[in-house]
């Protein structure tokens, strides 16, 4: 969750980390810092706060190196202080930055302790820094030190590493949280992420899981988990510098809900030939799989996981095909059976949701033979654990909330449903009307997209309120939810969703004139039991704001105010009622003031369990 940038080369690296860390402030962070090997010596500078925070320290200092590494913590041991912020740094002999979680600091921190060690933070990482120390004070070669802590490590962690005994080397590696080396011209790189370095290259290796890089200017050697010397391919990416700016929009959100339209038809591309879907998208031996499965399990986290749940609704009600879904999070702890002729779908917008990752090793450690994963990270490590893959394609997404990833994700989802149905009960009829309306789609969502002004007044409405209360029911009850997590992730007020059918059940003794309910109504086989449940919070005072489909012929109340979206059939229904609610919870966000692109106390990349 957290952000690593690292380079050694011939120039002065200090701008390219203050650039990069700048360029993953989208993960989420509360402090930032760097150290550099500056005349012999580790310099440190760190910050609470803002990345910009740290290079207005830096405009008044004269710190400069060829050498050195940075980071934006996100705090998970200890809170957000100076003192807790990375790099870490051992007696002024070692620095290092981490990513990642370390199970057994306190057993380790207690020894060190116990050898005369002093801890100057609460953080697990600084036990990293100290181990290393041991190790090269009984080697005279910082690889070999790292080697060694590494075997002593319980958990996940990305590291890199500088020592000013070792002046012309950084040291990194990885174990279940992500890294990737840049490759320059007698310079190298390191990050969480490429788009840290897109500005100095466009080339990069992504490390294996137990990878161990010893990187000098001119000279990069990869050991795997057991210590031999392998060739990681180096990957040209497509991406370029201006990739994530901004433009004209105000915030990455925003541009990411207009983006869509795009996205949706990235997606689709090239993925039928003559409006037939060709399997192979999945991978070369897809057909094969989908011969083989008799059902589905699906699992994701957050956002991610409504689209699980839209999926489930897709598999069963229009292909006939068993389908559960489960948080990922919880997967591996409720010891779980699988068929083993089931399908596992994981979910992912980064490819390195770490309790999405525990749970496919755990599916795969139960018996599962097959596995699909839905992303849109090429090089991540789920797309890499899987052996089928189908990209979402939806570019950069840099605003924690995720807004274009959902939609795409629920058009991949649905291509899955039409490639596994043909096994099932889809049927070539009903096959070709899902693939018409798909091919149909991006001019629904920029249809959807004239209603912006219109939410935009409409959000006022929610400038003092602290609750709401979103209802939906069948394919629509997890848009419901995910409006409402769009709307308490970024605007902090607290929002539930719950199935229309549910409100008698007890969510009736919150109605009340303060309490804004907002509900998702296509027309569809459920508009009449959806229209009751109106009418029971109607009765009880409350304001309803109904997203209800164009051809309805309902008239707005005193306490009902309708938002006419645009007709769809029911099967991609719920991709276009998406679009009203993300940008219902994006223009309240901004009345409210709060950091749209970078909500308090979340990360983009959920890296650690």
């Known amino acids: 969750m957290c952000g690593i940038v690292g380079a050694i080369a011939q120039r002065d690296v200090v701008p390219i980390l203050l650039e990069g860390l700048k360029r993953l402030e989208y993960r989420g962070y509360d402090s930032a810092g760097l150290a550099v090997l500056d005349d012999g010596q580790i310099k440190r500078q760190r910050r609470i706060g803002k990345v910009s925070g740290l290079e207005e320290l830096l405009e008044n200092d004269s710190t400069q190196g060829n050498i050195g590494i940075a980071h934006t913590r996100w ?71 790292v080697k060694t802590t590494v075997k002593n490590l319980e958990g996940a962690y990305a590291l890199g590493v500088i020592s000013h005994e070792h002046p012309d080397t950084l040291i990194t590696c990885r174990k279940g949280s992500p890294l990737v080396i840049g490759v320059g011209i007698g310079e190298y790189f390191i990050a969480s992420d490429v788009a840290a370095l897109l500005p100095v290259t466009q080339r990069f290796i992504f490390l294996e899981d137990g990878d161990i890089a010893e990187i000098t200017k001119d000279r990069l050697v990869i050991y795997d ?15 370029t510098a201006d990739s994530a700016d901004k433009g004209e929009y105000r915030h990455y959100m925003l541009k990411e809900i207009f983006e869509q339209p795009h996205a949706i038809s990235e997606t689709l591309e090239g993925r039928f030939i003559d409006n037939r879907l060709q399997e192979n998208s999945f991978g070369p031996n897809a057909s094969e799989v989908f011969d083989s499965i008799k059902s589905v399990q699906i699992l994701a986290c957050g956002t991610s996981f409504h689209a699980g749940l839209v999926a489930k609704y897709w598999f069963e009600r229009l292909a006939r095909v068993p389908c559960n879904i489960e948080v990922a999070s919880e997967f591996r702890y409720r010891k779980p059976v699988l068929d083993k002729d089931t399908l596992i779908v994981t979910i992912s917008q980064s490819g390195e949701t770490a309790d999405t990752l525990a749970a496919l090793n755990e599916a795969k450690k139960i018996g599962a033979k097959y596995s699909l994963s839905i992303c849109n990270v090429p090089e991540s490590s789920l797309v890499r654990e899987s052996d089928l893959v189908m990209m979402t394609r939806a570019g950069p997404e840099i605003g924690v909330a995720s807004t ?21 009960e889809l049927g070539d009829v009903l096959e070709q009307k899902i693939s018409s309306e798909l091919f149909g789609l991006p ?24 609750n709401a209360l979103f209802l939906g029911r069948g394919s629509q009850y997890p848009v419901a939810m995910e409006g409402a997590l769009k709307l308490k992730e970024i605007s902090y007020i607290h929002a539930e969703a719950y199935p229309a059918g549910e409100l008698k059940h007890g969510p009736l003794a919150l109605i009340d004139s303060e309490m804004p309910v907002i509900t998702v109504a296509p027309n569809n086989s459920l508009l009449e039991k ?35 979206v645009p007709k769809a059939e029911n099967e991609i229904a719920p991709i276009i009622y998406t679009i009203p609610l993300q940008l219902l919870s994006y223009h309240v966000a901004v009345l409210k003031g709060t950091d749209v692109d970078q909500p308090r106390n979340l990360a983009k990349s959920v890296t650690v369990e």
């Open 404 to 424: 274009k990833a959902f939609t795409t994700q629920l058009v991949t989802l649905m291509l899955l449903v039409i490639a596994i149905g043909r096994r099932f």
């Open 443 to 466: 001019g629904k969502v920029e249809e959807a997209l004239k209603l912006d002004e219109q939410i935009q007044e409409l959000a006022e409405q929610f400038s003092e309120k602290h």
């Open 530 to 564: 959806l229209k009751s449940n109106m009418q029971e919070v109607s009765a009880r005072g409350g304001q309803l704001i109904v997203f209800m489909d164009e051809t309805l012929a309902v008239k707005e109340e005193e306490n009902v105010q309708i938002v006419r």
């Open 225 to 239: 988990e057991q210590d031999v010397v392998v060739e990681r391919p180096i990957k040209e990416s497509s991406l």
């Open 75 to 145: 705090a998970t041991h200890g809170k957000p202080s100076t003192e807790n912020a990375h790099p870490h740094i051992c007696r002024k002999k070692v620095a290092i930055v981490h990513n990642g979680i370390i199970e057994n600091h306190e057993q380790l921190r207690s020894s060190q302790l116990s050898s005369g060690y002093e801890f100057t933070s609460q953080t697990d990482t600084e036990v990293i820094v100290h181990e290393i120390y041991d190790a090269l004070e009984k080697t005279d070669n910082l690889l070999d030190a």
